[in-house]
């Protein structure tokens, strides 16, 4: 049996722990499958990193690439050994941050600041033909909520998708390590739960909080694109 290793870099709200459960398990629904087995490794805790796996997927976090803490120096020189070994590898926002910081991009806070919603994330050239992405439409709804962003790709870094306000929110390195920016593992209660946490934030940074709300909706392609890289783990059905 296969085995993904979930990164965990980090834990929610208590609230929304409380009701909807941690990062992990929200990537769980997603990908669990019979002939997949899930282990999720704790890093931001202290768990040791995974001597073995078949392929990577790394969480978001409330922490922020750039403090460079220790564990998280750790885990991006993890990810550049992995990726040298052509394993399939996920980061998701905090994940997509630190793996372009790990393969010589910059991970900072956005100079336009937070960026927040259901969001419409746009598919380039690139991004149409690439195995992951392409099976998504041109244009898909997403969640989002981040500060810091991949403000600087790495050089060898392929563009896959954007948004207005996030000119990169997807990328691929080499064959088969991607970064996305947005969350395929949040459903619309879940992002809901988010913007109810942080409305006192969000109107002091004059964000418009009633559009937010009336702007949730499902996002299926954007959750199907876990289902799809489970599958390259699980079978390695990429040619």
């Not at 890093?43 to 403090?67: K, N, Q, R, Y």
């Not at 244009?139 to 306000?165: C, E, I, Y």
């Amino acid at each position: 049996m296969k085995t993904l290793s979930i990164i965990k870099t980090g834990t929610t709200y208590p609230e929304i722990k409380a009701e909807h459960g941690d990062f992990e398990d929200w990537f769980i629904r997603q990908l669990g499958r019979p002939g997949l087995r899930l282990e999720v490794h704790d890093v931001a805790s202290g768990a040791p990193l995974p001597e073995h796996s078949d392929g990577v997927l790394v969480t978001g976090s409330p922490a922020m690439v750039s403090e460079r803490a220790d564990w998280s120096e750790r885990t991006a020189a993890w990810l550049a050994r992995r990726i040298a070994g052509d394993l399939p590898v996920l980061g998701v926002c905090y994940g997509h941050q630190l793996l372009a910081h790990a393969m010589g991009g910059t991970a900072d806070y956005h100079p336009d600041g937070r960026e927040i919603g259901t969001l419409d994330i746009t598919l380039n050239a690139d991004g149409r033909t690439d195995w992951l992405l392409g099976a998504l439409p041109d244009v898909f709804p997403a969640h989002l909520t981040h500060m810091q962003s991949a403000v600087r790709l790495p050089p060898n870094a392929t563009l896959l998708a954007s948004s207005n306000h996030e000119p990169h929110q997807a990328f691929r390195i080499g064959r088969r390590a991607w970064g996305v920016q947005f969350h395929p593992e949040f459903t619309a209660p879940i992002m809901s739960a988010y913007l109810n946490r942080l409305d006192t934030a969000l109107r002091t940074e004059g964000l418009p909080v009633v559009d937010l709300r009336a702007g949730l909706r499902q996002t299926p392609e954007a959750q199907g694109l876990l289902r799809r890289f489970a599958d390259l783990v699980e079978r390695d059905l990429m040619p």
